[in-house]
């Protein structure tokens, strides 16, 4: 009997740390052997925590006037902060002002929260899964500043894999990483124009011994294939509607589809585009997003069953 091979993929969960305790924990509630996180795993936004002396706190939670008068509220706070993917953050109110006027220091503060909510996650992980066969193999996304990379290559583990812009074999079945996107709105810490991304692409792709078993966990999805649907925004980054209907777009990468239609993966793994979950078939290849809701500490994954030579199974989930 051919060995049967496991994978648990998921993506875009931007620094929930209630996502990402479902992904760990999902090794062993789906029976996967190895688990794949596929980039944006950062948070975006963070929250000042104001001591304002006296044993009062304060907080502006997106637009929401928190006042706390108890420690207990404050750790409550900082929680939810952190299930949601929001940086909590503790000052003084001296510091809080500071921080207005200062965007050094404010990205010193968000570098050191992305930075230990990391080394958070990894010991998480290598505590869960210890002595264990499952292996957690991570890349980056568009949407991850570089100290992401630094703090996964310096982390040390038998059971967690960096893998960004790397060819891995998982069971036999090879695999490469992207996490770098082609041109958005937001100019975000990774992308490219398309020609750069064919060549990281090609780069990897034709060193595979044999593509049509391989993976491709490319963090954005192929263009015109349907899990790559995005608002349209206009030049203050508002929705564009027509007759009061949001206006979609294609937002996914002619690259990453022209490379799958010449290399014809098992399985393509991708992401990118948080509200355009779903399956797409090119040609032989089978392309999944699983779409993500990290900000409700929803996690969306996908189940995919691989066998010798053959993409056995796959399934979208949530929890």
């Not at 948080?274 to 990290?294: A, D, F, M, W």
Request: charged share 30%; proline share 4%.
């Amino acid at each position: 009997m051919a060995k049967k091979s496991r994978i648990f993929f998921v993506t875009d969960i931007h620094g929930s740390d209630r996502c990402f305790r479902k992904f760990i924990n999902a090794a062993k509630f789906y029976k996967a052997q190895y688990l794949i996180l596929g980039g944006d795993i950062t948070g975006k936004v963070m929250i000042p925590i104001v001591d304002m002396a006296n044993g009062k706190w304060f907080a502006d939670y997106l637009g929401e006037k928190r006042n706390m008068t108890k420690m207990s509220e404050v750790e409550e706070l900082e929680k939810a902060l952190g299930d949601s993917g929001l940086y909590p953050l503790r000052v003084t109110r001296a510091e809080y002002e500071e921080l207005q006027n200062n965007k050094q220091r404010v990205d010193e503060e968000f570098n050191r929260a992305m930075k230990e909510s990391i080394e958070r996650w990894l010991k998480l992980a290598d505590e869960r899964l210890k002595g264990g066969e499952t292996k957690c193999y991570i890349s980056v996304g568009n949407d991850d500043d570089f100290i992401v990379d630094e703090v996964l290559k310096a982390h040390s583990s038998p059971n967690i894999v960096y893998c960004e812009e790397e060819v891995m074999t998982i069971d036999g079945h090879e695999m490469i990483s992207l996490g770098t996107s082609n041109r958005t709105p937001w100019n975000s810490p990774r992308e490219a124009d398309e020609d750069t991304l064919k060549t990281k692409l090609e780069g990897m792709a034709s060193k595979l011994k044999h593509p049509e078993n391989s993976i491709f966990s490319v963090h954005v999805p192929p263009i015109d294939s349907g899990i790559d649907q995005a608002p349209m925004i206009d030049k203050d980054f508002k929705p564009v509607l027509r007759g009061g209907q949001q206006v979609m777009i294609s937002a996914g990468s002619t690259s990453v589809r022209e490379e799958i239609v010449k290399y014809k993966p098992l399985v393509g793994l991708h992401g990118h585009i948080h509200e355009s979950k779903g399956i797409y078939k090119l040609g032989p290849t089978v392309c999944i997003n699983p779409g993500s809701e990290y900000g409700q500490g929803i996690l969306r994954g996908a189940i995919v069953d691989l066998e010798e030579k053959k993409l056995s199974d796959y399934l979208l989930v949530s929890g």
